[in-house]
C-alpha cells in the first residue's frame, strides 16, 4: 500500500491518451473498517482534461475512495500516484465559523503561495463563477448552508489546482448555482485539469468522461 505526490513524469506502464498526462492512479485499492470491506480492488487513472464522475449507493465506498486518492486515510492494499497539485473539497464545509470567506481565501492562499490581494482576487472570481458575491465582514457561521458549501467548493479550486477531488460538492445548491457548478467544471477540464466528483445526480454522468460505479455487484469498467 502506498501514497506519493508530485511525480514529474509519466506512470510506468501507461499510455497517455492524445499526450495527456496522468494526474491521479489509483490501483488496487482495498479497504475495510473492522469487519466491514468497504473496496476491494479498486482502480482509477484520470488524466489532465478529464473529469471522472464516482457514483454508488450509501456505503458503497465512494468518499472513502475520494479520502483514499487525497491522502487522508491509507487504504489497507494498492497504491495512489498524484502528479501535481491537487485541491479536495469534502462533502461537509470544512469552514471555520469564525473567519469570514475573505479571511478563508488569504488562509487557503497563502498554502498555495499567493498574496492575500491575489488570493482575494482569485477567490471572489471563484465566487462570482457560482453566482455569489461574499459580502464583507459576514462570519462564515452565518452564511446559509448552500452558501457555506460554494465557500468550500471556492477553497479546493483557489490556486487551480492541477487534480480537483470534489465530494458531492453542490449540496444546498438550488438549481442556478448546480448549473453554474457544472459549468465551471466543464471550464476546469477545457483548462487542462482533472476532475473527480463524487456524486448521486445521474442525470449529468453525460458532461463527464469516465464513470466509476462503486455499487457492490456493478461491473467497475470505467466508461
Not at 469487519?35 to 473529469?51: F, Q
Not at 471522472?52 to 468518499?63: D, E, F, L
Not at 469564525?98 to 471563484?126: M, Q, V
Not at 467548493?153 to 449540496?171: F, I, K, M, N, R
Request: charged content about 25%.
Amino acid at each position: 500500500m502506498g501514497y506519493s505526490v508530485g511525480a514529474r513524469e509519466g506512470f510506468h506502464g501507461m499510455s497517455e491518451p492524445a499526450g495527456r498526462k496522468v494526474l491521479l492512479q489509483a490501483r488496487g485499492i482495498a479497504k475495510r473498517y473492522k469487519r466491514r470491506r468497504v473496496l476491494t480492488g479498486v482502480d482509477l487513472v484520470v488524466h489532465a482534461g478529464e473529469i471522472a464522475a464516482i457514483v454508488g449507493g450509501n456505503g458503497a465506498g465512494k468518499s472513502t475512495l475520494l479520502k483514499i486518492c487525497a491522502g487522508l486515510i491509507s487504504p489497507d492494499k494498492g497504491r495512489v500516484t498524484v502528479s501535481g497539485s491537487l485541491g479536495y473539497c469534502p462533502q461537509n464545509a470544512g469552514v471555520m465559523g469564525f473567519l469570514t470567506p475573505g479571511e478563508h481565501f488569504t488562509l487557503f492562499g497563502a498554502g498555495r503561495g499567493l498574496s492575500r490581494k491575489e488570493s482575494d482576487h482569485r477567490g471572489r472570481k471563484l465566487a462570482g463563477e457560482l453566482d455569489w458575491s461574499p459580502a464583507r465582514g459576514v462570519l462564515a457561521k452565518d452564511l446559509s448552508g448552500g452558501t457555506r458549501q460554494k465557500l468550500n467548493v471556492v477553497l479546493s479550486a483557489l490556486g487551480a489546482p492541477d487534480l480537483l477531488l470534489l465530494d458531492e460538492p453542490y449540496q444546498g445548491f438550488d438549481h442556478g448555482s448546480y448549473v453554474d457548478f457544472w459549468r465551471s467544471v466543464r471550464a476546469w477540464r477545457e483548462a487542462g485539469r482533472a476532475v473527480v466528483v463524487v456524486t448521486h445526480m445521474l442525470n449529468q454522468l453525460d458532461q463527464v468522461d469516465q464513470v466509476l460505479d462503486l455499487t457492490p455487484g456493478k461491473d467497475r469498467g470505467i466508461r
